[in-house]
């Protein structure tokens, strides 16, 4: 199983980035996005259903975030729109061998077994 992260770089804020997660070795039953700023933990960003069924969102990148899933090469990706500085962090893909129906254990990330390497995404004011 191999997730690999990709699609991070520099961007002013207000703008846009989408990141890509190649996921290859088997099917998952929820995928996700988490990131990570400078001396701060792990924080939950996004997730989904492998299926694809309702998104779900921190409230810091709710409204503004989109998380979604290219079936035809397993690619998953998060469409990030009006950033700022706040967002630079290190993001990280990740994905569960099964689905979780509790939203206590859709942000946690000790709930997802496979992990992308991470991808830097710096947001300049």
């Known amino acids: 199983v191999q997730l690999q992260a990709s699609g991070g770089g520099l961007v002013q804020t207000g703008g846009s980035l989408r990141l890509s997660c190649t996921a290859s070795g088997r099917t998952f039953g929820r995928y996700g996005w988490f990131r990570q700023a400078p001396g701060k933990e792990r924080e939950f960003v996004a997730t989904?259903?492998?299926?694809?069924?309702?998104?779900y969102y921190s409230d810091s990148v709710k409204g503004r975030f989109t998380i979604f899933r290219d079936n035809r090469n397993n690619t998953l990706y998060l469409q990030m729109n009006s950033l700022k500085p706040e967002d630079t962090a290190v993001y990280f893909c990740a994905a569960a061998g099964r689905d979780y129906t509790l939203s206590y254990y859709l942000t946690r990330s000790s709930s997802y077994d496979y992990w992308g390497q991470g991808t830097l995404v710096t947001v300049s004011s």
């Open positions: 989904n259903t492998w299926r694809g069924g309702k998104a």
